[in-house]
């Protein structure tokens, strides 16, 4: 039975709460807080939402939009590393996620993105996902947004207002003068605006001054201000908009059916009979196991009704897996009984980013300067805007590349520009620094690469000298690398294996360079531009050193003359890709959703039931069948609200 009312709904031990629920959703980041809301609206079920983190109240660097990179690696963090790549010099990647309440949406860059309709469209056609095309889920993101955009700068008609979720401008509106410069360029070169979506070299005039595109309204094709989930200058993750009025008692909101556990892992589920089928024929799940510490002994929480996995794409194969749920060979590997043999953790893919920097002549962009912070500290306390207020990237751009490789809708490219100093600690915090001086592969053997050179040359990137610089951050949107998701261990404490398999279809680097092609050229018109604020790029001069060195046989370095030359060619751009490339934190696809007859789906679309269950569910970004073309926080927050509907009966296909 629920607490007595007046209870705060958050706790951090088992033995405070029941031991049963109707339901339990395991995961409270950005789609598993939108199911727990949504399911504890109707007063007649009891539901327990299970969080491996705690709740994350009160940390500046939550609550304040500027000090998200301080949660990176941070106790709120999973922290995990990719397996090596061998594509990106066996570097092995960084993989921020979110271990509070909120999820990544608590540690994220803040950036709302409804991706492109062609996406979801393909989604229902291409994969077999009846039911989720955009005409359908349009109506569950508006649902869900709080828009407190200015009704004159953005298609005012496709955003909704009265959502939990509360976006606005970034910064408060209060922007840096560069991000105009940035748009006024994509404009001039006409980006987004080719006949293919592309760059036409033809100047043009977007839809809304100053703001310049709506990517969440009509078209995303085009260059405008970043829309954020920061409300009155505060991060407006997915457990502020949809736990925190619940729990507390003193707000208008609260309900007592709904029960918050954190600090508590999620160990195993545990099935009916062993996992054998039931009479219906369908196998079921009975609760789950959660345990505060290794150490610690599990508990084991019953559902009547169902158990939901929102643990995202890296956790919720682990924890089907753990229980056996999953590939019958990866699990034998394990001894694991197999309750379920299916393709769990196949199917990985992200998104992948390569930061072009540049030097600042302004010497105006955001660092952490005393002038500087103290006029950022008055902004924020007069009007809660300005640097305090900003998720860092201003401004973003949407295109197709010149060699688009997908066939797919949506765009393949984006620009996630950032008027920002990018510091060592900073860089620190992606790995920024750790990249791996080795020979190019595409050339053969020679005695043109020199290890001391690139250990210098690396060393004076990761440190920004000088220090004032500007990204304008490329990044691949549509790849098709695909992945895995495995065990290490039977120990559900044990990180699991990530194996993104970067550039492991050499269409993503081809791709890759072709978009590094296209923030050069928007950089360069900027610079056309504003020659007094915009300096040059910031350079790997040992790539350039070796491929010269290679195509002319010579020792030394080159003149101006070849080095501008190499530094132009897709050679250059090939190699500092595989040095410099990283994730933007956008895996998707492990528990991928289609239709029941296709082998490589795990879960329904019509359900998001696993297969062969009755009554387990998977809602989160691992059931995407293809990565969207742009952040995924937005989509993840509209599955929770689109299977909250599915699980009420409410949704149809």
């Not at 570097?91 to 979801?120: E, T």
């Not at 040992?542 to 060619?569: C, F, H, M, Q, Y």
Request: proline fraction near 6%; charged fraction near 25%.
């Amino acid at each position: 039975m629920p607490s007595r009312p007046g209870t705060r709904r958050v706790f951090s031990t088992h033995e405070s709460i029941d031991s049963s629920f109707d339901y339990i959703v395991i995961g409270g980041g950005s789609s598993g807080s939108v199911v727990a809301n949504r399911l504890s609206e109707d007063p007649n079920v009891t539901v327990l939402l299970v969080e491996a983190g705690p709740e994350g109240l009160g940390d500046p660097n939550v609550d304040t939009p500027i000090a998200w990179t301080n949660l990176l690696k941070s106790e709120s963090d999973w922290h995990f590393t990719t397996e090596a790549q061998g594509k990106t010099k066996n570097r092995q990647h960084f993989w921020p996620r979110g271990k509070l309440l909120g999820g990544s949406s608590s540690i994220n860059a803040m950036l709302y993105v409804r991706c492109n309709a062609a996406d979801y469209d393909e989604w229902e056609r291409d994969h077999g996902c009846a039911g989720w095309g955009f005409k359908k889920v349009q109506g569950y993101f508006t649902k869900s947004e709080g828009s407190q955009l200015p009704e004159d700068q953005v298609d005012a008609d496709m955003h909704g207002t009265e959502g939990p979720l509360k976006v606005s401008t970034t910064s408060g509106g209060d922007v840096l003068p560069l991000n105009n410069v940035f748009i006024g360029a994509c404009e001039q070169l006409g980006v987004g605006r080719g006949a293919d979506g592309g760059i036409s070299g033809v100047p043009v005039a977007y839809e809304h001054p100053f703001y310049g595109v709506d990517y969440n309204g009509k078209t995303q094709f085009g260059a405008g201000i970043s829309q954020s989930t920061i409300y009155k200058g505060v991060r407006w993750s997915t457990n502020r908009a949809y736990i925190q009025p619940l729990v507390d008692p003193d707000s208008p909101h609260y309900r007592n059916n709904l029960t918050v556990l954190v600090d508590h892992y999620a160990t195993k589920l545990v099935f009916a009979d062993d996992g054998k089928a039931q009479p219906d024929g369908h196998k079921k799940v009975t609760g789950v196991h959660v345990q505060k510490s290794r150490e610690s002994s599990p508990c084991m929480i019953s559902a009547a009704k169902e158990v939901i996995v929102s643990c995202g794409a890296v956790n919720s194969p682990g924890l089907l897996m753990v229980s056996g749920i999953g590939p019958a060979a990866e699990l034998a590997k394990h001894n694991i009984p197999v309750v379920a043999d299916l393709p769990v953790g196949e199917n990985l893919h992200d998104h992948m980013i390569v930061p072009m920097c540049y030097n600042d002549k302004t010497s105006t962009m955001y660092r952490g300067t005393p002038p500087i912070l103290a006029t950022a500290m008055h902004k924020y306390k007069l009007y809660q805007g300005g640097m305090m207020a900003t998720c860092g990237v201003e401004s973003m751009a949407f295109f197709n590349s010149e060699r688009k490789r997908t066939g797919r809708g949506g765009p393949d490219s984006q620009i996630h520009f950032m008027p920002a100093c990018l510091d060592p600690p900073f860089l620190d915090s992606f790995g920024w620094d750790k990249t791996v001086s080795a020979p190019n592969p595409d050339l053969p053997v020679t005695t043109a690469f020199d290890a001391s050179e690139a250990d210098a040359s690396r060393d004076a990137i990761a440190q920004r000298k000088p220090r004032s610089t500007f990204a304008a951050v490329a990044t691949l949107l549509q790849p098709h690398s695909r992945g895995t998701v495995r065990l290490r261990s039977t120990d559900a404490f044990d990180k699991v294996a990530i194996d993104p398999r970067y550039f492991g279809d050499e269409r993503d680097l081809d791709a890759m360079v072709d978009c590094c092609k296209g923030t050069r050229r928007i950089v360069d018109k900027m610079r056309e531009m504003e020659p007094e604020w915009v300096g040059e790029e910031m350079v790997d001069e040992s790539i350039v050193n070796e491929l010269w060195r290679a195509d002319t046989g010579k020792t030394g370095k080159p003149d101006a003359e070849e080095r501008r030359r190499i530094l132009a060619s897709d050679g250059y751009l090939r190699e500092m890709c595989r040095r410099m490339a990283l994730t933007v934190y956008h895996p998707v696809g492990t528990c991928k959703m289609g239709p029941s007859s296709d082998p490589t789906t795990v879960v329904s679309s019509e359900t998001l039931k696993v297969k062969g269950f009755s009554n387990l569910r998977v809602v989160d970004a691992s059931i995407m069948p293809a990565v969207v073309s742009g952040n995924t926080n937005a989509p993840c927050v509209m599955i929770g609200e689109v299977a909250s509907d599915i699980i009420k009966g409410r949704f149809s296909s």
